[in-house]
């Protein structure tokens, strides 16, 4: 077996593990495999064993590889996104899980609608309140739901966060539980245009703890195609 393929192999049975832990079926978990400086031709024999979603953190970087990859994909944006790359954004990608600002959102909702396209996305929240990570604190995120659900052409499928870096990962679990919380929350606002659903969380060193915690999408770059360099 090949080191990638074999690398999807143990991803997936760790995910069943967590998942079986937390209660859950390992179907709900949604694997996001995060293509950012990998080759074309090594992100299509991802494909071909089988990975269906998409992660790439630049609009420019996909651009040059989503006609090169042949299959049933889906690409979601991850990385920051600058209002000026909105229309090519919006064009490339199935689902935005960067959404961080009222400004950005009116962008993606103006040129969403002249694509005559409903833009999902995600809303980030900055779970460590880290000065060097994007999205909007967790306190602010019920709030921030309310305004985006004005827009007629986005619909919020649910909350993106990126865990702060912790040597010892069970120190994460409270930063998950408070993100499985606000996410419960704006659920139960039954809001216009908000479909919550997906919790994407978890990543190469603590997707397992995620997981347990709740995340239903996980965006795994290093442990499928191994270290970036
Ligand atoms: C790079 C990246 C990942 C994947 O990181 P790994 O540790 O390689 O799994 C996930 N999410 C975001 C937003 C990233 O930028």
Redesign the pocket.
């Known amino acids: 077996m090949e080191t990638l393929e074999k690398n999807i192999e143990v991803l997936k049975s760790k995910i069943c593990e967590a998942a079986i832990k937390s209660g859950r079926s390992p179907d709900e978990i949604h694997i996001v495999a995060?293509t950012?400086t990998v080759l074309p031709e090594i992100i299509q024999k991802a494909v071909n064993c089988g990975v269906t979603l998409l992660?790439e953190?630049r609009v420019q970087e996909a651009a040059k590889k989503v006609n090169l990859i042949k299959g049933d994909v889906k690409w979601h944006l991850?990385?920051h996104l600058q209002k000026n790359k909105v229309k090519p954004a919006v064009k490339l990608f199935s689902m935005i899980q960067s959404l961080d600002s009222v400004e950005l959102a009116e962008e993606i909702d103006k040129r969403a609608c002249e694509m005559q396209k409903i833009m999902e996305v995600l809303i980030q929240i900055n779970i460590g309140r880290e000065e060097s990570k994007f999205g909007i604190d967790v306190e602010d995120a019920v709030e921030f739901a309310n305004r985006i659900a004005r827009f007629s052409h986005i619909k919020i499928r649910g909350l993106m966060a990126?865990a702060p870096f912790k040597e010892n990962t069970e120190e994460l679990r409270p930063y998950f539980r408070k993100m499985n919380d606000v996410f419960m929350k704006i659920k139960m606002l039954s809001l216009k245009n908000v479909d919550m659903s997906i919790l994407s969380m978890g990543?190469?060193?603590d997707f397992q703890i995620a997981i347990e915690e709740g995340a239903n999408m996980i965006?795994?770059?290093?442990?499928i195609f191994g270290k970036?360099k």
């Open positions: 995060v950012k992660g953190n991850i990385g990126i990543m190469t060193n965006r795994i770059g290093t442990g970036r």
